[in-house]
């Protein structure tokens, strides 16, 4: 809870002039204006004496987000607010080698396959030096640890980043498995996609999953609210 926030309206209406957005969880209503003019992008822009923040005296939850234009609902999301140092995570990647370093496109891997999975959390504990995760798809618990070293997925955004490998069980129907990292009473998901023949131990094939976090996106007029760096 607290800290700034960033918030995007897609394919806006010709002709408008502003979206506002509001929220029991902001500080203040934010105002979003065309990133440039004639466009259907509008962007919030921060302004000297604006306060764009998740207010810092609210419990953690689920908060509804409006976005009007002159009065009129046109979009809505729910913003999860988290308890202060609770696990935050802005990437959740299975690496696998000899694939592109954190690929924006997710894709199924086969039965058998060795990954490596990357977390990288914005407010982990000081004392946590590991994270698990947890599938179905995998033979046991991965433990993860703090401090990995792939420059292709850390990123510059400060995040803590834990590393670690899985195996995909060989006789893993195909099939989506739910992924669960686990940091304290904090927990976070995403889906692996498993499909194909199992690898031979001799020829491991390889490829990618990975999901964003962070973002809400509507159909119609796109809505997306991320955490501002």
Request: net charge positive.
């Amino acid at each position: 809870m607290g800290g700034p926030i960033a918030f995007n309206a897609l394919n806006v209406p010709a002709g408008t002039e502003a979206v506002v957005v509001t929220s029991p969880a902001l500080v203040e209503p934010i105002s979003l204006t065309p990133d440039k003019q004639g466009s259907t992008q509008f962007v919030q822009v921060d302004k000297p004496g604006t306060h764009h923040d998740i207010r810092s005296n609210i419990p953690a939850g689920a908060y509804p987000v409006t976005a009007t234009i002159r009065g009129r609902v046109v979009a809505s999301v729910r913003l999860t607010v988290a308890a202060k140092n609770a696990l935050s995570i802005d990437r959740f990647v299975i690496h696998p080698k000899g694939a592109a370093p954190c690929g924006s496109d997710p894709a199924a891997v086969r039965p058998g396959a060795e990954v490596d999975v990357l977390v990288a959390d914005r407010h982990p504990s000081r004392s946590e030096t590991t994270l698990t995760i947890k599938s179905s798809a995998f033979e046991r618990p991965v433990t993860i640890k703090k401090g990995a070293n792939d420059p292709g997925c850390k990123g510059d955004d400060g995040d803590t980043v834990y590393g670690g490998h899985a195996t995909v069980r060989s006789d893993a129907s195909p099939g989506r498995y739910p992924i669960t990292v686990v940091s304290g009473q904090q927990s976070a998901s995403q889906q692996l996609v498993v499909a194909g023949k199992p690898v031979s131990n001799s020829q491991p094939w390889l490829t990618t999953g990975v999901i964003a976090a962070g973002a809400g996106i509507l159909a119609a007029l796109g809505f997306i609210v991320h955490r501002r760096r």
